[in-house]
C-alpha cells in the first residue's frame, strides 16, 4: 500500500467535476466501519479511483469543569490524537493494498465533515452504524443530513453484507455477482437522474438491473383515513397503466445499452415492506431523496430513511445535489 497521509489538512472545495478523494469512506473503528471499508475499497478498486478514509472528531466547549482537572494534554491534542490511533487500524486493514490511499482526520461533525468533503468525492461510504463518535448516529441525524445532503451518491453499507475471506490481498477483488440492482423509480426528474446511476451501477458490475414503481394504494385512492375502498379492477387497471410506461422506459434504456439486461416491475404494496423485502436479493438498492406527489415523495423521500435503517443489502442513495451527467460522479461497484 502506498505511504498515507495522516493528517489534518484544510479542505477548500474544488471544481465539482475534480473529485481527488475518489471513494470516500468514514472510519471510527467499529465493525461496521469495518464492513464499509472493506465495500470502499473494493468499490475504489472497480472504479479505479483513490480511497480516502477518514474519521472526525470534536472538542466539547466545557470539557473540563475546573482547573484542577485539566490535564497536561489539550482536549484537542488528546482527541486528534485518538483519531490517528484509529485510523492506524484502518492502515492495517488495508495492508497490501494495490491501490492509493489517503488516511485524514476531519475536525468537525460527522456529517457535516462528510457532506463537505463530498464536494471532492465520487462516492460517500458509510456502515449502518458506528461507535458513536463518527458513525454513532448514523441513524439519526447523520442518517438525515448526508444522503439528502451530499455531493454525490452515499452507499450505506449494512452490519448483513459479507466480508468473505479477508486473507490476502484477494479480500479487494471485487465481487461479481449474479443477483441485479435494483433502482426505486416514480418518473419524476430526480427518479430519472437516480436510474443513470443505476445504469452505470449495473454496467459496471456487469449486472442485470431491475426497475421497480412501488404503487401505494392507500395514497393514490382512498386516502389515509380509508373512508372508501376503491374498486379492485379499477386498482389493477393503473397499476398497468403505470408498468405500461415504466416498461417503455426500460425499452428506451435497452436501446441506449443494448449489452444491459433490464427488466421492469410495478407493484402495489406498502413501499418501505416491499423495497425491504427486496435488498437481501439485490447486489445493491437505488433510491433517490425526493420525488414528486403524496406517493413519490413517500417512497423517494422518508421511506429511503427507512429503508436505510432496516436493509439486508446495500442501499446508494443519489441526492438532489448530484450532477446530471453520473459519469461526473459516483458509480456503485460492489
Known amino acids: 500500500m502506498p505511504d498515507d497521509d495522516v493528517s489534518t489538512p484544510s479542505t477548500n472545495p474544488s471544481d465539482p467535476a475534480d473529485r481527488p478523494l475518489g471513494v470516500l ?15 470502499a475499497a473494493r468499490a475504489a478498486r472497480r472504479l479505479e479511483r483513490p480511497l480516502t478514509v477518514v474519521t472526525a472528531f470534536t472538542v466539547p466547549n466545557l470539557a473540563y469543569s475546573d482547573v484542577a482537572t485539566t490535564p497536561a494534554v489539550p482536549a484537542e491534542v488528546a482527541r486528534l490524537a485518538a483519531a490517528q490511533e484509529q485510523l492506524e487500524g484502518a492502515r492495517q486493514h488495508l495492508e497490501g493494498y494495490p491501490g492509493p490511499v489517503e488516511l485524514r482526520t476531519e475536525h468537525g ?11 471532492e468525492a465520487r462516492m460517500v461510504v458509510v456502515g449502518s452504524r458506528g461507535r458513536g463518535g463518527f458513525l454513532g448516529r448514523l441513524l439519526g441525524s447523520v442518517s438525515s443530513a448526508l444522503p439528502g445532503h451530499a455531493h454525490c451518491p452515499t452507499v450505506v453499507v449494512p452490519r448483513q453484507y459479507e466480508l468473505g475471506d479477508l486473507t490476502g490481498a484477494g479480500r479487494f477483488t471485487p465481487r461479481d455477482e449474479d443477483t441485479p440492482v435494483l433502482v426505486g423509480v416514480d418518473g419524476s426528474a430526480h427518479s430519472d437522474r437516480t436510474v443513470r446511476h443505476a445504469v452505470i451501477a449495473a454496467r459496471t458490475r456487469q449486472a442485470p438491473l431491475h426497475l421497480l414503481m412501488v404503487i401505494s394504494s392507500i395514497e393514490d385512492w382512498g386516502g389515509a383515513s ?19 410506461r415504466l416498461e417503455e422506459e426500460a425499452a428506451a434504456l435497452r436501446a441506449e445499452h443494448p449489452d444491459l439486461t433490464i427488466t421492469s416491475e410495478a407493484v402495489m404494496a406498502e413501499p418501505v415492506s416491499e423495497l425491504l423485502a427486496r435488498t437481501p436479493a439485490s447486489q445493491l438498492t437505488v433510491l433517490g431523496t425526493r420525488g414528486h406527489g403524496r406517493v413519490a415523495s413517500t417512497l423517494l423521500g422518508s421511506i429511503s430513511q427507512a429503508v436505510l435503517q432496516r436493509a439486508e443489502g446495500p442501499v446508494m442513495v443519489v441526492p438532489p445535489l448530484c450532477s446530471e451527467d453520473p459519469d461526473a460522479d459516483g458509480e456503485a461497484p460492489r
Open 226 to 244: 380509508m373512508a372508501w375502498l376503491p374498486d379492485p379492477d379499477l386498482m389493477d387497471r393503473h397499476r398497468r397503466e403505470l408498468e405500461t
Open 25 to 39: 469512506v468514514g472510519y471510527d473503528g467499529s465493525d461496521q466501519s469495518v464492513r464499509a471499508l472493506y465495500y
Open 109 to 119: 461533525d460527522a456529517a457535516g465533515v462528510l457532506v463537505r468533503l463530498s464536494e
